[in-house]
């Protein structure tokens, strides 16, 4: 019924400034892999240093979590309209994620195998975070199969 419709609209529009503002943040983090030495990280004697940027990005990623999205009730037996409308903006934010991070990451493409590996690690340790504090990666579609297929080419890329 278009009331059914037009409180959808409206209930969207009322926490959409909430999602602008954790994309906005998560993106601020993203934006910082530009400054990331993959070779230098690579070829550390451990290989596993974490960098500022994604130790931020995976602490914000929580921090939407804790201090946001809890606040919504999205348990998957409600099968309620907020409840759906909820879970799709953060399926959204998580894609939109996923999309900006892939296009950082192709502009900083490391030349060498070890530096490929380890934003390789940071990507794998991106989907756990967004697998455990947003959304199932399965349910977030294209964005996460490009991500994933980017994140597979990266050892086998060749300089």
Same mark, same amino acid.
């Given at each position: 019924?278009n009331?059914? +419709?037009s409180? !959808? $609209?409206?209930?969207?529009? %009322?926490?959409a400034?909430?999602?602008r *503002? @954790?994309? +906005?943040m =998560?993106?601020?983090?993203?934006?910082?892999?530009?400054e990331?030495n993959f070779? &230098?990280?690579g070829?550390s004697e451990?290989?596993?240093?974490v960098?500022i940027?994604l *130790?931020d990005?995976? @602490?914000?990623?929580?921090? #939407?979590?804790a201090e946001? =999205?809890? &606040?919504?009730?999205?348990? *998957?037996s409600?099968? *309620?309209?907020a409840?759906?409308m909820?879970?799709?903006?953060?399926t959204k934010?998580?894609?939109?994620?996923l999309e900006?991070y892939? +296009?950082f990451a192709?502009k900083?493409r /490391?030349?060498?195998g070890p530096?490929r590996t #380890?934003? %390789?690690?940071? @990507? !794998?340790?991106?989907?756990? %975070?967004?697998? !455990?504090a947003?959304c199932p990666? $399965?349910s977030?579609?294209?964005?996460?199969?490009?991500?994933?297929?980017f994140?597979?080419?990266?050892p =086998?890329?060749s /300089?």
């Open positions: 019924s009331t059914l +419709e409180l !959808k $609209e409206v209930s969207s529009e %009322a926490v400034p909430i999602f *503002s @954790m994309l +906005e =998560l993106e601020e983090s993203i934006v910082h892999i530009q990331e070779t &230098k990280r070829g451990s290989g596993d240093t960098s940027y *130790s990005l995976l @602490m914000k990623i929580s921090h #939407c979590r946001y =999205l809890s &606040k919504f009730k999205t348990e *998957s409600n099968r *309620s309209i409840n759906e909820v879970n799709s903006l953060i934010l998580a894609g939109r994620v900006v892939v +296009e192709r900083i /490391p030349e060498d530096g #380890c934003l %390789a690690n940071d @990507m !794998k340790q991106i989907e756990g %975070a967004i697998g !455990k947003l990666l $399965e977030i579609g294209k964005p996460y199969e490009e991500f994933k297929a994140r597979e080419g990266l =086998l890329a /300089p």
